[in-house]
């Protein structure tokens, strides 16, 4: 069949690796793709908030599966805008529609959703402009530090934690009246802080039925040692050593079931990706329990750098179950070795940086799989910078220190003006590994 996949990032470049991979799979289209996708199929100039035109290529080119990468046009209600089409409903799109995408587009849905649902998360309350006021009370009567959130997309930069009371004040003052984060923090939750360790679980779900993918753990800070500013995350491993059975068999029964039957029930169309976010805080008897922080509609990025090279499956195979509501009869088979993943940022990242700048060293560098994000090739045919996160360097290994080592070192051989990249994904796992 022909395929159209959305998006312009690592995640996509590793899911279209993928799915390149299938028998299925006869044409691959990437709109609008990037500097590596090319390698696996045809990039597209479409825009992604332009269902029209994405509609018309679908059906120009006879496409009969669309997967949607980034959330924006999943917000958007891209899912629903081929539902409601005569022609364009008979294609299969993996992508909750618009309703489902709320569990990652508006951070109170996804609150009252867990309260509805009985999903364990932490306490909170949502505030706008016009309680600013009685926000800054409820802050008073939580312990530092404070966890901010806007309400909408902010592009993963949207959460604050902030040990400061006045400041946890002043900042909310800035989201609510000062926009800070434009119309996504028109509205703020305030919730209680939860101390513990984060990971990443992978739900592929058809509605009914659904795949726990393998888990991941992210690093979003920009700093060494997890400081400085927020991105859009610097590398992952997957899988998280601490996730073991009986981890996972809390997190399936306490959250994902639930979530699942949640969808269920409340009649939300969803054949798509469910990324849940937790918080494994240790309970009373030498354990963990999981915690859902929040709630995104699609892949995490970069997670899917080290949790889709894991899958062994054919990935079409797998969503053509889910958009036909059959995935109970489709198999998932994982890569028993550790990936990890380093990402290559440029300088400045993730506040002003320079575009444009030549990459020397990728076609050199071997044994590990390199996946890119912002990229782009000039007239002459040199790799240039295009993105704040330029490229991600993956590897498989049989540990996680052997996996780190691979990525480390060949990261070390890509080159350009500020390439910037932290050396201490992994170690904090490996730390808890060794206690």
């Known amino acids: 069949m022909n395929i159209l996949l959305l998006g312009s990032g690592g995640r996509e470049h590793a899911i279209a690796a993928k799915i390149a991979e299938s028998k299925q799979c006869e044409k691959l289209f990437i709109a609008p793709g990037n500097a590596g996708t090319t390698a696996c199929g045809t990039n597209v100039d479409l825009k992604l908030d332009d269902f029209k035109a994405i509609g018309q290529f679908v059906q120009t080119n006879n496409v009969q599966m669309v997967v949607v990468g980034p959330e924006a046009p999943l917000v958007g209600g891209i899912v629903d805008y081929f539902a409601n089409d005569a022609i364009l409903k008979n294609v299969m799109i993996i992508g909750p529609s618009a309703h489902g995408a709320r569990l990652e587009g508006s951070k109170d849905f996804a ?8 999903i364990p998360t932490a306490a909170y309350r949502t505030f706008t402009a016009d309680t600013l006021e009685e926000g800054c009370r409820f802050l008073e009567t939580l312990k530092a530090p404070y ?14 934690i902030i040990d400061d009371l006045q400041e946890a004040k002043q900042m909310l003052e800035q989201m609510l009246v000062e926009s800070k984060f434009g119309e996504a923090s028109h509205s703020v939750v305030v919730e209680q802080f939860l101390s513990g360790i984060e990971l990443s ?5 058809d509605g009914k039925h659904y795949k726990i993918l393998p888990t991941a753990k992210d690093y979003k800070r920009i700093g060494e040692g997890d400081t400085g500013l927020n991105t859009g995350g610097m590398g992952s491993v997957s899988p998280v050593p601490f996730a073991d059975k009986e981890f996972m068999y809390k997190v399936e029964h306490r959250i994902v079931m639930p979530t699942i039957k ?13 990324f849940i976010g937790l918080m494994a805080v240790a309970s009373a008897d030498g354990g963990r329990d999981p915690y859902v922080i929040e709630y995104n509609v699609r892949m995490g990025d970069p997670e899917t750098e080290s949790v889709f090279p ?6 079409v195979e797998l969503f053509e179950a889910t958009a036909k509501e059959q995935l109970n009869t489709a198999d998932l088979t994982v890569d028993e070795r550790t990936a990890a993943c380093v990402m290559l940022t440029a300088h400045g990242y993730p506040e002003s940086y320079k575009k444009g700048d030549v990459i020397s060293g990728v076609d050199e560098v071997e044994g590990v799989t390199i996946f890119h994000a912002g990229t782009r090739c000039d007239e002459k045919g040199r790799l240039l910078t295009n993105g704040g996160r330029v490229l ?30 932290r050396h201490d994904i992994g170690q904090d796992l490996l730390k808890l590994m060794c206690q």
């Open 201 to 205: 679980v992978f739900v592929l779900t």
């Open 262 to 274: 949640g969808i269920q029930k409340e009649q939300i169309a969803y054949k798509g990706f469910i």
């Open 392 to 421: 991600c360097v993956t590897s498989l290994g049989e540990t996680l220190p052997g996996a780190i080592l691979k990525c480390i070192q060949a990261a070390e051989q890509i080159k350009w003006k500020g390439r910037y990249y």
């Open 111 to 118: 609150k009252q959703f867990m309260q509805r649902h009985n």
């Open 147 to 160: 966890v901010l959130k806007a309400d909408g997309l902010a592009a993963g930069k949207g959460v604050l």
């Open 310 to 315: 894991r899958i062994k499956s054919d990935v």
